[in-house]
């Protein structure tokens, strides 16, 4: 077997050309000394992998999308140590490298990781590249542990990112969480993955002050453009910020007069530049013994059937129109 179905892209195109994702026959990737060779059963579409199409140049060479998968390890390359043949794995991959949408992955065995044997393959891939997002957030930029107090603003707590960072800090931390939501499902799906309050982000200053009247002490933003002074207003001084978003211009004066720091996350940087690979790994594994606990749960809600162009459109179309709760996730079969 020397090439395999994939899902490919040439350009950037609107979700509802049928160009803009196209069925492809591509080379089966050869294996780099650390890598496995995954039978991918399941992915999910994350804003990410909506952003990187709409932004394709036009190329001959097709780009294969996709980050987040579920699958059974193939072959193993000659350096790999942690998997064999069979294993169950779960990942959320290299930007860098081509993606998962494919009927065989490539990835490097030190950002994978043992699914949990709790939850089928379409239910795990709903949860790595959110999971890494998260825990970086919450155990890196914020530096939060199980004695961590105060009040931690999610923004579109109804979101995947945000499904899993309320779930991961109230079973690892002691802080209370506050989400936004801006629709009745996302505020419903906040309480259920475990906020103590939901408020509106449309009112954003005026609720969160209410709710934390002496000030927030740590906020998670995938939407900063537009909230920089609604931060300076209610954010505590000497709180913290951490964004995933990249909005142009973006301007930070504001959060000065607090001493208010600034934090990015990018769960790509460690596989980007080769730094401590094993962390993302083990933050893995930890996730799986959780969620197999029962302390933690999938947050996919939509499962759509037939790892193909057509029903990765679909899932392109729901994650872009901004009003789906949770993660929406494709499974092979």
Known sequence: MTTMPAVGSFAGLPVDDPDSLRDIEIAVPELRPHDILVRVLAVSVNPVDVKRRAALPVSRTPVILGHDAAGIVEAVGPAVTTFEVVDEVWYAGDISRPGTNAQFHA??????????????????????LTT???????????????DSTGDLLVLGGGGGVGSIMIQLAKALTGVRVIATAGRADSRAWALEMGADVVIDHHHLGDEAIAAAPEGIDYVFSPHSAGNIDNFARIVRPFGHITAIDEPPGLDLLALKQKSIAWHWELMFTRPLFGSDLTYQQNLLTRTAQLVDAGVLRSTATTVLSGLDAARLRDAHRAVESGHTTGKVVVART
């Open 107 to 128: 990835v490097d065995e030190r950002i994978a990781a043992r699914k949990p044997q709790s939850l089928s393959f379409d239910a795990a891939a709903a949860l790595p």
């Open 132 to 146: 890494i997002t998260a825990w970086e957030t919450l155990f890196e930029r914020f530096a939060l542990t199980a």
